[in-house]
């Protein structure tokens, strides 16, 4: 109902909240990192994109010191949205395997890394972007987060 409204379903189910969570695209992203505006800047040359954080299991986390670079910097907050192994298992593969992820393994500890299916099966294998730390084969999950936002550090 909430597309078909659009609105945002968050708002469509308990009234609190943004009404709408359509942002404007302003702008395109071209080869070496820079952006180019739209023609006139209006959000009708490129439409709007959905920014809805629901009613998610939502938590942060904060990056300390160097040893996420090159993906993710001092200072950054990264938003992440938890999913328990007895749900993630059900899921679409694609909303979480080949993601970055803040992860709690079956025996208890955490990370941020990049999820890609194990060899065995219900399986991890977590990636680093920093290549000082190896990858960690065969890990089971108690849960999964995958990152939906990123608020860039000072």
Sequence with gaps: M???FGVNEWWLRTGD??????????GRLSAGEEWVPLSDGSAADAGFVD???GCE???????????MAPAYRDGDVVICSRRQASDFR??????F???DCAVRTAEGAGYLKYVIP????????????NPDYP??????????APVVWIRRGP
């Design 2 to 4: 909430s597309q078909a």
């Design 118 to 129: 194990g060899r065995a099966e219900g399986s991890f294998t977590l990636r680093s972007y």
């Design 17 to 26: 909240g943004a009404r709408s969570s359509r942002l404007p695209v302003i």
């Design 51 to 53: 920014f809805d954080l």
């Design 90 to 95: 059900n899921l679409d593969p694609s909303q």
């Design 135 to 144: 990858d960690m084969e065969n890990i089971v999950l108690q849960w999964v």
């Design 97 to 99: 395997r080949r993601r």
């Design 57 to 67: 299991d939502f938590f942060a986390i904060e990056g300390c010191g160097a040893s």
